[in-house]
């Protein structure tokens, strides 16, 4: 069970994958909400039950009914990869069902340490993948993430191809927002990066982003240039993910598009302000050296938070210390 947010969802699938190959004759059920339920299409012996939070699954007797729905799936065991309320609640009408159950640790106490302002432990914590292959280990399922299996490349529809154009060059993802401010690179410098790239013309850049302010402004990114193509609001979530799979690199914040490019297989340049890799959220299979982080030099705070949700005074300016030209180098070194 893992119902939000996008891009812990998608942290899931890279480890489901690996479960599955690893152990073919167990059947898994996946609950979260209807949204996600394309990321795990195609993968075997996996059932995606579709958690219905405005009707059926709304408040506490929503639950009792969900855990009523997923009896009747005759499920042995457990796995919370969430620990939130409505997660905890579910487990425990398992566990007196007399059925196994684990929690994902989230390991809280270790992130305090990391964000705090005074006496900051600084160090890598565990990644959520490997909190995650710990719950299941906790089931009796041991799991190996160091030969990950990615799904192929989708076939790209004519919808899409009327977008971007047929093409033969290299395919080159921008998704400059995140959920709070403190992980948006600024934008004069984003517009720096993407003119920097476009300057090439075997590249293809293709923008991702959601919501009608969005949308405008990756406009306005992309009209001076022959090269450069806004996706936003042009194509269906389903569709995204298919484009995304055939991309030969992505730059994104710390957020769930980065998180579903490297579920797909795709690398992965990661920009991060107030938030950091070592928090355990570097997406999947991405080497550090592709995270290009804010000078703690100049902003020995930093990370200041795990979800980028808090405000420190005199940071706001922190994402300028990654330059434009270390993205482009970073994109070209790794394509």
């Known amino acids: 069970m893992r119902l939000s947010a ?82 905890k609640v579910v487990s425990l009408l398992f566990a007196l069902s007399g059925k196994k159950r684990a929690t994902v640790d989230k390991g809280r106490d270790g992130k305090k340490e990391l964000t705090r302002s005074e006496n900051k432990i600084f160090k890598q914590l565990p990644t959520m993948f490997e909190r995650h292959t710990k719950v299941f280990l906790e089931l009796g399922f041991q799991l190996n993430l160091s030969n990950p299996v990615f799904p192929e490349k989708a076939v790209l529809s004519s919808d899409i191809l009327e977008i971007i154009g047929n093409y033969n060059s290299k395919l080159i993802g921008i998704a400059p927002f995140a959920q709070y401010d403190s992980k948006v690179y ?40 022959e090269n450069v193509f806004n996706v936003a609001g042009k194509i269906k979530f389903q569709q995204e993910l298919q484009l995304i799979s055939n991309l030969d690199i992505m730059i994104s914040m710390d957020s769930g598009n980065a998180h ?26 991405q080497k550090l050296e592709n995270a290009l982080t804010s000078d703690r030099n100049q902003y020995p705070k930093l990370p200041t938070s795990v979800y980028g949700n808090k405000i420190v005074e005199g ?5 300028r210390t990654i330059l434009p030209q270390q993205v482009v180098d970073k994109v070209v070194e790794q394509l």
Request: charged share 25%.
């Open 6 to 87: 996008m891009g812990d969802v998608a942290m899931t699938v890279p480890v489901l994958r690996a479960f599955v190959k690893q152990y073919p004759t167990v059947k898994l059920t996946v609950i979260s909400r209807p949204f996600f339920k394309p990321f795990f299409d195609g993968i075997p012996n996996l059932e995606f039950f579709a958690f219905d939070e405005k009707e059926r699954h709304k408040g506490f007797p929503g639950l009792l009914r969900l855990f009523k729905d997923l009896k009747k799936l005759n499920i042995d065991a457990f796995a919370d990869l969430h620990n939130v309320l409505r997660s």
């Open 315 to 319: 940071y706001q300016d922190a994402m």
């Open 186 to 225: 600024p934008l004069d410098l984003m517009k720096e990066v993407v003119a920097k790239l476009a300057e090439n013309p075997s590249h293809k850049i293709l923008l991702f982003g959601g919501g009608k302010k969005e949308i405008e402004i990756l406009d306005t990114l992309s009209q001076p240039f």
């Open 260 to 285: 579903i490019a490297a579920m797909l297989g795709v690398k992965v340049v990661t920009l991060w302000g107030a938030t950091h890799p070592y928090a355990g959220f570097l997406p999947f299979n």
